[in-house]
């Protein structure tokens, strides 16, 4: 994806979700197999200069949230995306910049989840991200999110 | 807990995590059983105008780490309180100002967590937190955090 589409996803996310702005959520890369988010630590810290756990989490949820929504995005109307419920295990403290990796699910899984959505209007898919920091994995998000039909 | 006490815990929130200042975090009430946070919806809308789930998750996270911190702020030097997992559950959409609550885990399982901090100089406690919009809860928060001598 080019430099500019990234940005203008970037200018969506900070639009529909404020809170990603401040966070200084930035979209490093999207294509068709995964996404890449970044965060500064200075706006997401906690109390002992690290990153702020619930900074940690929402990461992760905004890269597979975002993944799912574009991949969707061409459906006319496009489908809302909410999330259902998610877990996120905290491996590590990050003390610099973190980075956000999801990869879209095994195509049976984004098949089932596409052919809900035609058929009853309403699909619900698992995914999961990494949330790195120093370049080590410091958590494991997993995450359903439900789609319904414009 | 007088106003003047919570609102001397809502600057430490602010300070320490200042995510929860732009997310208008307010300390409602906190007393020995539980605590009870606040957030506007404005600065944690989502692409719908109903609340992030990300904002959801965290005031629920933070409404669990308050009250441990909080509980165990008197011991000198004061211990470190970080997540190390945590579960949510998301309900129903929220389209109005959020609140969390959590309540102190039973006093069996905070005897166990604070003679482990006495002992080995860190324990571990489940929490539990809900977060409510228009009166009803929609979501579900279930953490596990971390306390370490300081």
């Given at each position: 994806?080019a ?15 404020p ?7 930035g ?13 500064p ?41 909410v ?19 999801a ?34 994995v ?13």
């Amino acid at each position: 994806m080019a430099r500019e589409e990234t940005q203008v996803l970037e200018a969506f996310l900070h639009r529909s979700v404020p809170l990603t702005k401040t966070m200084g959520i930035g979209v490093h890369r999207i294509d068709p197999s995964g996404i890449e988010l970044g965060a500064p630590l200075a706006p997401n810290r906690n109390h002992f200069g690290g990153a702020f756990g619930g900074s940690i989490a929402n990461l992760g949820l905004t890269a597979a949230w975002l993944l799912v929504h574009w991949r969707l995005s061409d459906r006319v109307p496009a489908p809302t995306v909410v999330i259902a419920e998610q877990r996120v295990v905290f491996a590590r403290p990050v003390l610099r910049a973190l980075v956000a990796r999801a990869a879209m699910p095994d195509q049976a899984s984004w098949r089932d989840f596409e052919g809900a959505l035609e058929r009853r209007g309403r699909g619900r898919i698992a995914m999961a991200a990494t949330v790195e920091g120093d370049g080590e994995v410091a958590a494991r998000f997993e995450g359903s999110f439900v789609a319904t039909s414009g």
